[in-house]
């Protein structure tokens, strides 16, 4: 099994399971982003969109930069890395299943001719 610290796999996943987070996530992959700009497609308060942002950095997601009064937002791809990581662990799981039930099917098939 693929070892990993849970409780920043736990971040991860519960960090990406908001819509609204994925979306900020999806925008910063583009290019780094300021608050404000991760808030203008929002209808949300600069406020709310900083407890989003501080919920992406706890999973080590976003890495945030300050430079005078303007705060600005990067991907951090390594952590995303891991949660792709986790994920293909289980891919390889479902493809092999699915390579054995494709085998047992085809048995089955040739015992009906």
């Given at each position: 099994m693929v070892n990993?610290?849970?409780?920043?796999?736990?971040?991860?996943?519960?960090?990406?399971?908001d819509s609204t987070r994925r979306e900020m996530v999806?925008?910063?992959?583009?290019?780094?982003?300021?608050?404000s700009e991760l808030a203008e497609p929002f209808d949300m308060s600069l406020a709310g969109i900083s407890k989003h942002i501080k919920v992406l950095e706890r999973a080590n997601l976003v890495e945030r930069?300050?430079?005078?009064?303007?705060?600005?937002?990067?991907l951090n791809t390594e952590?995303?890395?891991?949660?792709?990581?986790?994920?293909?662990?289980?891919?390889?799981f479902w493809s092999n299943r699915f390579d054995l039930l494709?085998?047992?099917?085809?048995?089955?098939k040739k015992k009906e001719h």
């Open positions: 990993h610290n849970n409780d920043n796999l736990n971040y991860i996943f519960h960090a990406l399971a999806h925008m910063m992959a583009q290019k780094e982003r300021t608050v930069s300050v430079n005078g009064r303007t705060h600005i937002c990067h952590s995303l890395s891991q949660a792709t990581e986790w994920l293909r662990f289980y891919e390889k494709e085998s047992e099917l085809m048995k089955a």
